[in-house]
């Protein structure tokens, strides 16, 4: 059946680009309305954000949705991760301002959030997108694709020149909950060249080395080092799962990407409903929710972080 939050619960903190305070609250929302934003700070007739591939702009560093008012919402992706992997198909996220706050760089808060108010089932069916044949998008170095599977498995790999990342390779299951305990609470990355560079353009204000790890070279500038030896790959995949959740209904394929970001997740959403021979809508039943992202969270599950 379809979920939503059994009750509101707040995130404050600070944009991760912007560097301006951000509060956005996730409330409960009936049965088949899927994601929306919900600007505070707009005309109540233009506030509304559909949380969907099509109400993509494409950016470089984040995940940005706008509705055909020009009304915006950024750096979605980490709350949108935690929604899918907590399994809550239905919400609405009320937001004052145009960025979500990027908290501690992970989805681990808004996991903690979500899963202390509760998971509420609704008497409503839950479909998912299955995928029946390959699809792929490639660009230069970078490709992701999707092919049929049984549940939704992420696999990810990336390659940079710092020591400190270097060559990782990852693939997750993602059924059993096991977002909330192998990702949620894996960090957004940056080489410290690029931070610098990104400041002198007025971007990443709100960046700190406590919400992101920061490398440079061989070292890990942030405080306490990394969370996983991995970390950086397990980012790329919950960013990867953010991102598949603008589909609109749970995924069951294989989710494949080699040094891919935001904008190419999104085109391979734009190439599977280009295509309607390679996808079929069907409605879970009991054995098919098993195998879906948040079927089996418990709380005790969520790793604690520094």
Same mark, same amino acid.
């Given at each position: ?14 944009? =991760? ?12 929302? @009936? $049965? &088949? ?13 233009? %506030?509304?954000?559909? %949380? ?38 239905? %919400? ?66 990336? *390659? ?11 693939? =997750? ?44 070279? *061989? ?5 306490? &080092? ?25 995924? =069951? ?7 891919? /970001? ?8 734009? %190439?599977?409903?280009?295509? @309607? ?16 992202? /948040? $079927? ?11």
């Amino acid at each position: 059946m379809q979920t939503t939050v059994q009750s509101s619960v707040a995130f404050k903190g600070v944009g =991760l680009h912007s560097g301006q305070p951000a509060c956005a609250t996730i409330l409960p929302a @009936p $049965a &088949g309305q899927g994601i929306v934003f919900r600007r505070t700070d707009a005309d109540p007739a233009q %506030a509304d954000i559909p %949380a969907l591939w099509s109400h993509v702009n494409q950016s470089p560093l984040c995940t940005l949705l706008e509705n055909e008012h020009g009304m915006s919402v950024s750096t979605v992706e980490h709350i949108m991760a935690a929604l899918v992997g907590c399994g809550i198909h239905n %919400a609405v996220i009320e937001i004052d301002g145009p960025e979500v706050p990027i908290l501690d760089g992970s989805s681990a808060m808004f996991v903690r959030g979500i899963l202390s108010r509760g998971v509420r089932r609704m008497a409503a069916p839950l479909q998912a997108l299955r995928i029946l044949r390959p699809v792929e998008v490639i660009r230069g170095a970078a490709s992701a694709r999707l092919t049929p599977h049984d549940t939704l498995l992420v696999e990810f790999a990336i *390659e940079f020149e710092d020591a400190a990342i270097g060559t990782q390779k990852k693939t =997750l299951n993602m059924s059993n909950g096991s977002f909330v305990r192998e990702l949620s609470t894996s960090r957004t990355f940056c080489r410290k060249a690029d931070v610098d560079a990104m400041r002198a353009n007025g971007l990443a204000l709100g960046g700190t080395l406590e919400n992101a790890v920061v490398v440079d070279g *061989e070292k890990v500038l942030s405080p306490g &080092g990394l969370r996983h030896a991995d970390e950086a790959v397990r980012h790329k995949m919950l960013d990867a799962v953010g991102d598949l959740g603008l589909a609109g209904l749970p995924i =069951l394929g294989h989710y494949h990407g080699v040094r891919a /970001g935001h904008a190419l997740t999104n085109d391979l959403l734009h %190439a599977v409903f280009s295509q @309607p021979d390679c996808y079929e809508i069907v409605e879970c039943d009991a054995a098919t929710t098993a195998r879906l992202p /948040g $079927a089996d969270v418990h709380w005790d599950e969520i790793p604690e972080v520094a």
